[in-house]
Every structure is written in structure tokens, then in C-alpha cells.
């Protein structure tokens, strides 16, 4: 008997001799290379059977536990697992994706699969309505497989790509201006060096160092390994004293990385990478102008652990953190090999990185112990990180590639709040700016070039989707937009892509509730006051329900509706990010009339409605004029990064000048908060342009 | 088929399926798991063979290849070699030491074994006595084996300890006042820090360094690496806010190399290391008040690769610098193994270690390409090494221990000599001094606190035994004092520990080669002028010798005899070192009357007869009360360097300062040479005192 080699708590008599490791159930039966068993691809399960048998406490050959195989279409994928395992346990062997917000709690609806052959045991939900239960649909976490099974995956929750604002040349006008000189982390040099003699016998590396010098290299603060000094007599050599080094820029020194025989270098490729919790955007770029030659994104694969942060951690503390890094790791690195494919080049020519996420994201990234962020009083390991080697991480990227994380203040406001403050550039402006970033956490920063105070508040991921029953992110066919006719109550609906509707994303949700207010489909609390008998309203369950869309315009054949606890939800999420800016404002005593500026970003969708945010009491009502926003601004502020040290060292002071204001005791917040679960807010006085609309919608 | 995993030049069918590796059939049959089969301890044979069968060319399965067995005594090692094999293979692979200065070419006579069962065959050699044949004994490299052999390593070729200038409390005495703050480069600090509250939610790691900074630390120079950021949640929490953080400090950064729970720490302990071509010496230090609790030393296990640099750099060329790498390393690993097991202490809190050696041994210990040592330009790949992790070496120490490497400045002026005039303090007085240390290669440093010009010179490796019959180095048994009888020519011996003579060291030849010039056994051309019937004399083959020990006396029961190839090669080397220091005063315009002070060093023995020096020619014939001879300088500087900063500053000013003469294309040089090879010299009006002492005991 020992101990897994992965999953140290599990004592198991399999033993592999070929690595002379242990190895349990799970990773004997996984499918998933990358998530269970890394031994896998060398070592096929025979060779494990073969080695040793399983025994029983008496020492006897036990039985072989039954398995059942689950396929899945239209993926093609398979997986054995043991009897009573569920059909989620099943997909993540299987690497077949399903988002599931709420982690198998069977409280989210979102994991819905079509069994098409065999029979699964499954706890009953109102999650699913009559219709879905008759086609076959089941919740992935809440069906348990008793044989062998076919299931589909809908297509409503299939995974699409992300429409990532605009691809490759599209990013680069927008980016175009922010960066003048490029200054990367890792510096290619070419050097001709004079051969040595007999009147100049200095050694290789001073040889080496005498030519950086010339090339403004100072080579005082300037470190080399044993690996590149191991090399150099030869690479020297090699092309007749042409050689090309690289060199890594670090805070305080440099380090000598490789030195390759030959000229001809090419200043070679970036990445910017934006961990959010709930999608991975990733830019490729051209070190030698700043062109941003591809942009991919997908889902963060950790979604199977979870929808938000605090799931995250629970499940690192469960599962171990290198779980959850794997899963964001294979994530991204997917994303750099579409990047590199598309482009057209080799991913090991990508020498510097900078990777901007919240706290949990680049803590579990780089696997350090996430556990305390989420434990009173709330602190993460690391704020600041040191620029750290490719290789030592495993991103797919050359392993002598530089990265620098984004640095985070707290362990609610991380380092994408960093990278977007940075890209707004509020941190070099007179202007006071009210930066808000609406997420699965809202975080809200003010302050202007002389100070910056900044907080965070639990949002929920509605206006990502989370929570919403035909809630989506911003992808190909959901709902972006929504006007309601006032006297027939027909919604015209604007999908993106001009797909036929899958669900509604964030900025369909605001423009939804604002125009279901102001014709009076719902009223002040969010609860409906149209009849029960009116065409486009429908229920579930008891529960009574606006139909955006009918069935026969879905692809799914389902009515896409909104029901009073998505608008609860919603509001809880507005009140939540409006008594955050709210109760900061109060705190350090300025009034909205003093805000020179007010910046959103966040993954509502490509365009926010900043009026109809005002109507729902997500922002405030004040100028329209002052208002900006700015979509994935984390994203923005890596790209800068990548490119000048200027900016890298600016993301540095951001993270120092930020003071961070707690609110998880503050009793202010809670009142605030409790105010604001009105539309727009229970005290209209603060919405006098709203109030006035209402006024004349009533008349 | 596929390239053996330790000998890529050859191709095998032996596969591991364990490993998963090939493996030839030199480390299928290996004893030694150091030097050529690192999967030997956990890979019995057995597993190999039983995995694949070995194929010839038409696809058969070809008989084995017969092989031997040879068995050692008295060491109770054996190992199996293929027929044909000369017993010095055997030796290496059986692990037991022989020296082979020549590198197994049968030109120096040193690898004797005496066969004791079964047969060899040998080629006929004039370096063994017919007394010696009689008794059965051959030299190893001149003997293949045709079957199974006993042989027996003989009393007087058994590995002694070497005799290091006194042990622990004398040494400390020795070097007292040297250091006078200790500054270490991993220093270990204790803290107690402040728990973290929602007033003070810092970072774990900022709170690290704000203790850091209280304690002195410059934490925006100091890194940290992504191991020690994963532990860091864990060690921080598990002692209640208690930690030991150990911070090595290099050049121009500092790192956090670990962090441990709880407080308490012990500055630890340190290690000195002096890697000469034929022995190395090792220190334990404590660095707390720089007490030497152990010293150890043993001969470097790379002689049976050749005894000088040149043979070194030839066998790495030819069988991989790893070889080379490893044969060091498992000297000082042993070494520091009997060092720490000596003071009762555990290996893995030695957290600081420096290491002084030539050009080549630190090229070869560090595993960098030494080829262009020896050729034209004489080019070395690195001068100067940043601060090194033990871990990253593979010394035995704590892996995170921080390695000083003595900078050198030429390929033939190595860390040794900086080491050396550090110890000596030259390069800190107004005194003009002029710096010999007399090793297998002879180097000369000339100068002061303002200047410093440095050469060497092939001395030969006679004054430590190397091509000297009865050579040997100054341990336990060898003469190293002589006086003659001017009558009988009687000669009065003392040997170090006062054991029966074995051979005869460094000090031991001066004394006895000037003491026969003196009393007229040989003339200035070192040829013998005594009877050929004297019961002194004596003779090897056709040569005349001098007896200096009967050989009822020694333990070998054979003659101690100097012959007149021994006299020749004495005075070569003495000629190369004398040659050398008035070549370089001469170009710099420098004559000895200027000279404040001279010093020598090397591995003679304990006590060096400065007048005796002179009379042989050695060294100058001047003023003898500016003469110091300071023994083992390197490891002095090692010493010095271990515990202090400003020592190690020194060390890297040293180097830089140090202007190198080379000697190769001189033809001063020659003509000097030759005018040396005199006893003393051919110019007696160079030698004044001398030749009047010669006049004294003619008359």
C-alpha cells in the first residue's frame, strides 16, 4: 500500500513498476492526462493491472469494482466511471465541458444533458421544465449512472467562442497610442564579438558581458545560471563569435537566460493574458511593433469547480490547489496554441508574458495556497510578484519566457483591477475618477494621480449569467439588447451575432428590467404586474415569468424566459455594486457632483446602455456626459504592460497607492445595500431623472 | 535499439522498462552508481535483462560476452569486466582508488597491485624491480585481464589521509583575527511577527518583508522564488506568526531562499573547500564564530584521469566533462560526509559554502566546457561565477546552500591564487611582494595594494611525488627532512607522524637533492659522483640511485632510492619555477633587491627549509628573513571568504586587478629555463651565498 501520487489522502495498492509510484481508482480510470493522472500518456492502465493486484484488508484479491462507460455526443468522448458516480463526475473525466455554476449542488440548472440511451438515477428538480423533462433532459450533477449510457450535450449549452471585442488588427487601433516604446521583459541581443587572442584572453563570459555593455547593458546587475554558462564556450563559438543573448529585466537585477550562436535576432512574441474567473482572453502579440497578431478566449476550465471565486477555493482546499492550477493552466495553453495556430507561428518564440487575474486567479495559477483569502481577515499570500520563468509556471511558451503578473492590493481587489486602472490611466490624471468593475465581484476604485482608496463587494454573477436561468455570457446569440413596446409589451430583441436567441447576457438584462419598469411590466420591488393571461407572460413552476422569446424562435425549441427570482437576483447584484461606490463615496465624504469621471468595465456584453443602467440603479444619476465604458479593461492594461517597463513599473506603484477599505463589518454598507434593492433605488430623491421618466411613462 | 542515457555515443537494445531508458552495456555491468549508472541502486540488473534481449545485426540473440571477475583486497571489492580489460578499468569500476598520474600510459610506475590468484597478461615494464616482478606485482594500466584475477593493493600504494596543517582548534587558532564581523551569504533571520487583522490585511509576503526590513534587509533588491511563495501561507501560520526566513545574498540581488516555522535559528554551518589538482581539503565551519570544527582532506578522485590539468581537460573531451564532474564531487561529498559525521553534526545546515580551485578544477567541478583551456589563446569560459544554490551543484550540503566560487583571472592563474594572495594580504600593503605557489603548475604573483601581475609555469608535479620513484605527497610516512653525513654519507631521515619511511615528499627532496650537492654526491648537473660501489648507492636498472632507506626498514621491504631521473625532474620543475619569477620581474623591470617580501606556498609538506630552497636553485639567494612559507594559502582564503563580505568583494577586486604575462610564445622564458637547470644555477654569481657555502665544504 501507499500513497497516491496524486491525490496524497488516498491509500491504494496499485502500484505502477514502471514508475514505481502509486496510483488510485480515480487516476487509474481517468481519461484526462492533464487533470488526473500525468503518467497516463506513458503509461497505459494494463501496465498498472499487470504490475500489482488491488487487495482487500484481509489481503484478498477483491472483486473488481463495476464500471459503466458514459458516451457523450456530439463530442465523441467516453468515460468509465464506477456505478453511482455522477454524470458531471463523468464528463470532467471525459474533458467534455459543462458549465456548472454552482458546483453539483443541483442549485444552478445549468448542467443540463439529454440522455439519449440507458438509464441514469436521478434526484427530481424544478430546475427543468415538464417540456425538457420529456425530452430527456437531466442535470449532470443530479443523475447517477447505473449502466452504460449515452448522453448528448444540447446545444444551447454547448461551448462557443467568445466574441472577444474585436480580433487581431481591430485590438491594435484600439490599443494603438498606448505604449510609445517598447521595453520588454525579455531582451534579445545580437552581438559580432571579437575573437580572443593571446593579447586578449579575457574569459567567454566577460567576452560576453563586455559586448552587452556596449549594447547599455548593465552587466554589474547582471546574473547568469549554470545551464547558460554551461553552454557558452560552444554557442560562442558556433557561428564564429555571432551570438544572440537574451536577457530577462527583472525589478531590481537581470539574469542571462540563453545565449543562442548566431544574429539575426527577432524581437519575438508577447502574450497579455486576462485570468477572469469566468473567461480566459488571450492576446498574441508582436514584440517588434506592439501588433496584436491573434486574440482567442474560452471558458475558464475551473468553471466545473464552481462559478465563483469562493467555490474555487473550497475546492483547491478540497481537491488541492494543483487541481485547480492544472485546470486553468489547460485552459490557457488551449487558447495560446489557437493563438499560435492561427497565426501562424511557433509558440517557443514567445518570450515575454504578463498575465493579470484577481487574487484567487493568480494565486491558484501559480499554485500558491489560496486558503486564506477567503478566511477572516481576508488576506492572500502574495501581492507583489517577482518576474517569474515560463517554465517554472507551464504555460506553453518558450521556458526561458518572462512573466510578470499583474500585482493585487487585497484579496478582493487583485491585479486585474491593477491592469485596468492602468489602462484608464486615472492613476496620472487630475480628474477624480469612479472606476467600476462589474464582475462576479464588483470592485470599485477612486481617486486621481494623488491618491486611489479602492473596495470590492460580492456582486453574484448574474450580469454574467450566473443565477439566471436563461442567463449567458456575452456569446454568439444572446440577447444584447431589449426594448419594449409600452402598450403591446412586445419585446424587439438584438442578439450578437444576429444568431437566433440562446439566452440573455448582462447588458440585455439591464436594458430588459429598465424597459419591463418604465412600461410597467414590473414594478418598484421587480414583481410583475401585467396579467397572468397576457400573451407574453408564462411561468415556472408557480413562478410567473416574462417570455422574451418563444419557443419556435429558439434553436433549443424552449421559451426563453425571465422569471421574478432573476430579476431579484439581478437587483441584489445592482444593489449590491450601488451600495458599494455608495458607501466608499460616504466614507472618505465625497458627493457624485465632485466625480469628474465614471469608468464601468466588466462581461456584461460589447455595448452598455449607460441610461438604461441609470434606470435600473446600477449607476448613479448624475451627467451622462461623465460616463465611460470600457469592456475588458484588465485585458487592456496587460497588453501595456507586455510592452513597456514603464508601465510594468506603473502597475507596481497602483498596487502601493491603492488603499483598500473593508466591507464585510461595515454596517453602512448593509443599510445602503438594503436601499438599494428598489428600481431604482427606495430612495428616488438620488434618481430625479429617472423619477421624472417614470412620471411621464405613467401619464 | 536507441543512445544509452549515460554514454550517448553508444547505441543499445538494452532497455529499461522501468525507466523506460537504454542502457549500454558498461552500465549494465557497473559497480560504481555514481560514476555510470545514476538508476543502478534502484534498478538491479536483473530487471534489464529480463526486459529485453540484446540483438546482433541479423536480429539473433548473440551469446554474452564473457566477462571476469576481479576481486580487490584488501578493500573486499570486485567488479566484472570484459575480457581484455587491464585492471585499472577493473579498479575504476570496482571503485578503488589507485593513483595512475600518467592516465594508465605505463609511464609513471605508480598504479602497482600485486596478482594473487590467477593470471594477466602484461606488458614487460622497466618501472618495476625484478624484486617487485618476483614478488608479483604489475602496474594496473600494463595488465589485461584473460580471467578471473585476485589482486591486492599493496600497503605502500593504500590511500592514506592526508596530514592537513593541524585539525579544528589549531587550524581556528591559525586563522584567527582574519575575519573580523562575520557576514555570511545565506543569512537566517528570526522573526516574530504581528498576525494579520482586517486594520493590517497585508500580504503574507509583504508582512515578510516588513519584518525583513526591520531586520535590515533591502526587500526591494531581495527576490523570491516560486517554491518558497507556495510554502509560504503554511510556514508563516504554522508557528503562530514565527518564522526563520533564510536570505542569500548575492552580488547585486538578494533571494529568500526559505522560510521556516518557528524561531530559534542557528547562523548554521559552512564549509571551505580547497580543490587542488591531486588533493582537496575541506573545512567545516561554524558560522556563528567561525570555529573550524572538522577539517578532512583526500586525493582527488580525477587522478586516475591523469595527474595535471591537461590530462583532465583531455579525459573530459574524451568521456564527457560529467565524468570529470562527478568524480570531484564524490571526493568532497565524501569528504563533508567524514567531516560532519566527524563534529556530530547533520549535513543540511551547511548554508554556506566556497569553493577555491584552478581554472580547470572549478570549470570541471561546475560541469563547464574546459576545452579551450589548453588550446591557443588559452581561453577559460568563465572567470568570474555569480552565487551558486548547492542543490544546483549537487554538493552535500542543504540544497539551498549559497556557493562562493573564487573568481580566477586566466586560464592558468586560477580562484586558487586570488584565494592565495587574499589570504596573504598582498593586495592590501605598500611591501612590494612577490607571491610562489609551487603546485603542478607553478604560478607567480607580483605586486601591491596599487598593482598586481601575475604568470604561471609548467613546474611538473614532481615536488608532490608525481614522476618521482618514490614520490609521494606529505602524508603519513614520507620523508620530509634529510641531512648527509659529509663523511659517510650516512643520510639522517624524518618522516611525518615518525612511521617508517614510505616515500619521499616535496620538503623532503629539496633537503636531500641539496644536501647531496653539498656534500658532493652530485654534481651541479645532478649526476652522481659517489663510488658506484658506496653502500649508498644503488641502482635502478642501469641507472645509479642514492639509497636513502633500506629495505629492511620500510614497510614494503623494498629500497627508498633516488635515481638520476628523479634528480632531473627535481630540477626541471625547481628550473620552471625560478625561470618563471625572474622572467616576470625582468619584463617588469623589477630586480629581487626591490622585493619586500616573498612568499611561497603549495602542497610541499608542513615545513619548508627556506635555506635548503635556495641551495637547490628554488628560490633567489637573497635576504632569507623576507622568506614566508605559508603552506595550503587557498584554503586560508576560502576561509576567510566563507565568513566575510568584504572578503568575498576582495576576492572578485583581486581578479580584476591581477594583469596576466603568458609564458608560451616567451623566448626569455626558455632561455631562462635553461640557465636553470643548474644546481643552483648556471650564473653562480646569482647564488652568492651558495657558492661560498659550496666553496666552505669543498675545502
Redesign the interface.
Known amino acids: 500500500m501507499g500513497k497516491c501520487v496524486n491525490h496524497p489522502e488516498t491509500e491504494t495498492s496499485y502500484k505502477c513498476?514502471?514508475h514505481?509510484i502509486y496510483l488510485c481508482d480515480q487516476c487509474l480510470e481517468c481519461r484526462d492526462p492533464e487533470l488526473y493522472c500525468k503518467y497516463r500518456s506513458?503509461c497505459p492502465i494494463w501496465f498498472l493491472s499487470k504490475g500489482t493486484r488491488k487487495l482487500d484488508e484481509s489481503g484478498q484479491t477483491p472483486a473488481r469494482e463495476a464500471t459503466c462507460r458514459v458516451d457523450f455526443s456530439p463530442d465523441g468522448k467516453s468515460a468509465e466511471v464506477p456505478a453511482g458516480a455522477t454524470l458531471l463526475d463523468a464528463a470532467g473525466k471525459a474533458d467534455v465541458y459543462i458549465n456548472a455554476s454552482c458546483n453539483g449542488k443541483g442549485a444552478c440548472g445549468k448542467c443540463k444533458l439529454i440522455v439519449e440511451d440507458g438509464e441514469v438515477e436521478k434526484t427530481d428538480t424544478a430546475l427543468l421544465s415538464d417540456n425538457e423533462k420529456q425530452k430527456g433532459y437531466v442535470l449532470a450533477c443530479q443523475s447517477r449512472v447505473k449502466g452504460p449510457v449515452s448522453v448528448r450535450v444540447p446545444e444551447e449549452t454547448i461551448e462557443r467562442k467568445l466574441r472577444v471585442a474585436g480580433m487581431g488588427e481591430e485590438i491594435t487601433r484600439r490599443l494603438q497610442g498606448r505604449v510609445t516604446e517598447i521595453s520588454p521583459m525579455l531582451e534579445k541581443i545580437s552581438m559580432e564579438l571579437s575573437p580572443?587572442?593571446?593579447d586578449?584572453?579575457?574569459?567567454?563570459?566577460?567576452r560576453l558581458k563586455r559586448g552587452l555593455k556596449k549594447n547599455g547593458i548593465d552587466t554589474?546587475?547582471?546574473?547568469?545560471?549554470?545551464p547558460v554558462?554551461?553552454q557558452?564556450?560552444?554557442a560562442m563559438?558556433n557561428k564564429n563569435w555571432n551570438v544572440t543573448t537574451s536577457i530577462m529585466h527583472?525589478?531590481?537585477?537581470s539574469e542571462v537566460v540563453a545565449v543562442e550562436p548566431g544574429n539575426g535576432a527577432h524581437p519575438g512574441l508577447g502574450l497579455a493574458i486576462d485570468i477572469g474567473t469566468t473567461t480566459i482572453v488571450v492576446y498574441l502579440v508582436d514584440m517588434a511593433d506592439g501588433r496584436v497578431i491573434a486574440a482567442t478566449s474560452g471558458h475558464n476550465r475551473q468553471a466545473s469547480c464552481g462559478d465563483d471565486v469562493i467555490n474555487r477555493i473550497v475546492c483547491a482546499e478540497k481537491n488541492g490547489v494543483k487541481k485547480l492550477s492544472t485546470l486553468v493552466l489547460s485552459t490557457i495553453n488551449t487558447l495560446i496554441r489557437e493563438a499560435a495556430e492561427g497565426a501562424g507561428v511557433d509558440f517557443r518564440d514567445i518570450g515575454n508574458v504578463v498575465v493579470s487575474g484577481n487574487t484567487t486567479m493568480t494565486h491558484l495559477l501559480?499554485?500558491?495556497?489560496p486558503?486564506?483569502i477567503r478566511r477572516?481577515?481576508?488576506?492572500?499570500?502574495?501581492?507583489?510578484?517577482?518576474v517569474?520563468k515560463s517554465g517554472?509556471?507551464g504555460l506553453k511558451a518558450n521556458a526561458n519566457a518572462a512573466v510578470f503578473v499583474m500585482p493585487g492590493p487585497?484579496?478582493y481587489v487583485g491585479g486585474d483591477i491593477v491592469s485596468g486602472v492602468l489602462y484608464t490611466g486615472l492613476h496620472r490624471q487630475e480628474e477624480l475618477t469612479l472606476f467600476i468593475d462589474v464582475g462576479t465581484n464588483g470592485e470599485i476604485v477612486l481617486g486621481n494621480k494623488d491618491w486611489l482608496i479602492c473596495a470590492s463587494c460580492s456582486a453574484g454573477p448574474a450580469f454574467e449569467g450566473g443565477g439566471i436561468r436563461w442567463g449567458m455570457r456575452a456569446e454568439q446569440g444572446s440577447i444584447e439588447s431589449v426594448t419594449i413596446e409600452p402598450v403591446s409589451f412586445e419585446p424587439r430583441i438584438k442578439t450578437i451575432g444576429d444568431e437566433p436567441p440562446r439566452g440573455i447576457c448582462g447588458t440585455g438584462m439591464i436594458e430588459l428590467i429598465s424597459e419591463m419598469m418604465l412600461t410597467g411590466i414590473i414594478d418598484q420591488r421587480g414583481k410583475f404586474q401585467l396579467d397572468a393571461d397576457h400573451p407574453r407572460m408564462g411561468a415556472v413552476g408557480e413562478e410567473p415569468a416574462y417570455v422574451l422569446a418563444f419557443a419556435d424562435q429558439t434553436p433549443m425549441d424552449e421559451d426563453i424566459v425571465f422569471t421574478e427570482s432573476d430579476i431579484d437576483n439581478l437587483i441584489r447584484s445592482k444593489g449590491a455594486v450601488y451600495a458599494g461606490f455608495t458607501v466608499l463615496l460616504n466614507q472618505i465624504g465625497v458627493s457624485f457632483d465632485m466625480i469628474d469621471r465614471v469608468i464601468i468595465t466588466g462581461g456584461f456584453g460589447q455595448f452598455l446602455d449607460i441610461d438604461k443602467s441609470v434606470t435600473l440603479g446600477l449607476l448613479p444619476d448624475i451627467d451622462r456626459e461623465i460616463f465611460h465604458y470600457y469592456g475588458n479593461s484588465s485585458i487592456g492594461g496587460a497588453y501595456m504592460a507586455l510592452l513597456s517597463a514603464d508601465h510594468r513599473q506603473s502597475a507596481g506603484e497602483i498596487c502601493n497607492a491603492m488603499t483598500?477599505m473593508?466591507f464585510?463589518?461595515n454596517t453602512a454598507f448593509m443599510d445602503e445595500f438594503t436601499s438599494a434593492l428598489f428600481l431604482p433605488h427606495t430612495n428616488l430623491e438620488q434618481f430625479p431623472s429617472v423619477s421624472a421618466k417614470m412620471r411621464e411613462t405613467a401619464n
Open positions: 513498476m514502471k514505481n506513458s580572443p587572442s593571446l586578449d584572453p579575457v574569459s567567454d563570459l566577460d554589474n546587475r547582471t546574473n547568469i545560471g549554470l554558462m554551461r557558452l564556450a560552444a563559438r527583472k525589478a531590481c537585477s501559480l499554485e500558491i495556497e486558503r486564506y477572516e481577515p481576508y488576506i492572500p499570500s502574495i501581492s507583489e510578484f517577482p517569474l517554472s509556471i487585497a484579496s483598500y473593508d464585510s463589518t
